[in-house]
Structures are given as structure tokens and as C-alpha cells.
């Protein structure tokens, strides 16, 4: 994945998107664009057209789950969720991420899905 990249960050915690736009600048990432609930995600998705998204499940007005519906095929989602059953890890494998990481997360865990791509 070139580095140039947009990346959208969609977390309803401004302190996890902050955590993980650090981690992505160290390896080199230096566009990103930042949601806060479901809505936004697929507003800026849609405006930005980003080739990487970093998807919360739990995020106010419209889930993650909900996100994956509209957008799922359309970019690298790596979903990023405190939430990590089976089940769910699944559904977001079937409507098109890429990936899962389970908040709490390490550098190296993210440094890793991302080196995949």
C-alpha cells in the first residue's frame, strides 16, 4: 500500500484515532481523514475515497456492522473493535474487511495488518 494513501480513521474516541494515526505516521502514513460515528465514516468515505479505512464496531447514530454494508468492498477495511467474538469477527470478514484487530492492541499488531496489505 503506498504510503500516500488517504486513510480514513472512523472511532468514536478521539483517543484512539490519535493512537493509531501516530502508529500509521511512524511507518510513514501522512493523509488521513477522521470520522466519529457511522454517518460521518460514509460521508468522508465517499468524499475522500480513501484506500485504507481503520473501522470501530461500537460508534454512535450508525455501528460499524452498518458501515461494512455501504462501503465494504470499496476499500481495505481493517475493523478495529473492542469486540472480538467469533460471530462478529466473521460479519465483518463477509461484508468485506480486510482484517481485525482487538482493541486493546499492541504497535506491532497494527504495524503488522498493515504490512500485509
Do not use: H
Amino acid at each position: 500500500m503506498e504510503k500516500s494513501s488517504k486513510v480514513l480513521l472512523a472511532d468514536d474516541s478521539a483517543f484512539m484515532r490519535k493512537v493509531l494515526k501516530d502508529i500509521l505516521e511512524g511507518i510513514g502514513f501522512t493523509n488521513f481523514i477522521e470520522a466519529e460515528n457511522g454517518v460521518e465514516a460514509i460521508e468522508k468515505f465517499n468524499a475522500e475515497k480513501p484506500s485504507l479505512v481503520m473501522l470501530d464496531i461500537i460508534m454512535p447514530v450508525k455501528n460499524g456492522i452498518d458501515v461494512l454494508k455501504e462501503i465494504g468492498k470499496k476499500a481495505q477495511i481493517i475493523v478495529v473493535s473492542a469486540v472480538g467474538q467469533d460471530g462478529m469477527i466473521e460479519e465483518a470478514k463477509t461484508l468485506g474487511a480486510v482484517d481485525y484487530i482487538i482493541k486493546p492492541f499492541d504497535r506491532a499488531q497494527v504495524e503488522e495488518k498493515i504490512a500485509a496489505l
